[in-house]
């Protein structure tokens, strides 16, 4: 049977398309190369399939079974795989893009940058060239410079939390601070209310670097770059593989990226609050020796606890591999290869060349 006759049977509905699976169970669909874009193919049964090259993109196959389907080259650029079964199947060299939903699959890894079957050792990765507005793309080294301001500017307002923290161990009356042509000091409630709001300025700058850097990471695809980014020495980035350690990851994330929470120490009064005297603990916020603290800390806390939600999750996503497809690092090594051998032959003429002319000179 032609793959134009698999085409029409499975432009009849999914339906009958499955019923046709189960008569001919000895048959592997032939669609290669073929478009089955935009099509509503829910819970249709592609195993075994031939699908390389095929252009699949922007089709709907929810819970569609996949398994061990030939998909090298596909286009699945904007297509549904939410719960459908991609067991065994080869993605090498397929490309999906970031409309590509893939929810709760099964049979392979859910990467930063895409889909990976260990079965067959392939990933399909997001494409490489996105839109030109997006000024995005592989470059690890853009995303380690991103991942590195981003931890700069962290590490300084974890020091505001420690020298807040120091107001609570050591409770000194007040602590000096230099400045460019003198030095503050500050007692422990007006410094918490600076560090409040340097803390806000601060992670509102961590938040859009480690963004950048993780949407750059959508587009690397190689092996190099997930050496780079995966290993990069900054806790809320670095990817952890083994289960345990990734747990013991994610507790120090969260306390490195909530710290700030420690400020609020300083603008209540907890022998009030511990009675139950609501009142009295309202009666000393509003009395707080702070310019504008009743109504500027309310706003500030609510900008950095919501910095603080969006950094975690931020830090989460980095805790997916970044994934490349082998058949193509392979290819790369055979074409670096092909490439250093013409060099070398080319060098090997070009001295036989300059031999001669020196023997003829002579």
Known sequence: MSDSEHLRILRQGVIIWNQWRQEHADICPDLHDLSLAALDLRGVNLSGANLSGANLSKANLVEANFAEADLRGADLRGADLSRSNLSGVNFSKSTIDIFTMYQDVQGCDIGVNGLYSSLTDSAALLRIDPPGNSMQGANADAVIESLRHARKLHTFSLLLAGIAMLFIVIKPKTITLPYLSGSFKFDDLSYSF??????????????????????????????????????FPWLLSKYESEPANRRQSKVMRFFLVF????????????????????????QHYQEMP???????????????????????????????????DTETERGRHSDMERLAEAVEKQASRTAELVELMRNREG
């Open 194 to 231: 600076l560090a409040t709001i340097l803390s806000t300025v601060l992670l509102s700058q961590v938040s859009s670097f480690i963004d950048s850097g993780l949407q750059g990471a959508h587009y690397l695809n190689d092996r190099r770059a997930a050496m780079l980014v995966g290993h």
């Open 259 to 282: 710290h700030p929470v420690i400020y609020i120490y300083f603008f209540l009064k907890w022998d009030v609050l511990f009675s139950g005297d609501w009142q009295g603990v309202m």
């Open 290 to 324: 702070v310019i504008f603290g009743e109504y500027l800390l309310p706003v500030f806390y609510v900008i950095l606890i919501k910095l603080c939600i969006h950094i975690f999750k931020l830090s989460e996503g980095f805790q997916k591999p970044i994934l490349f």
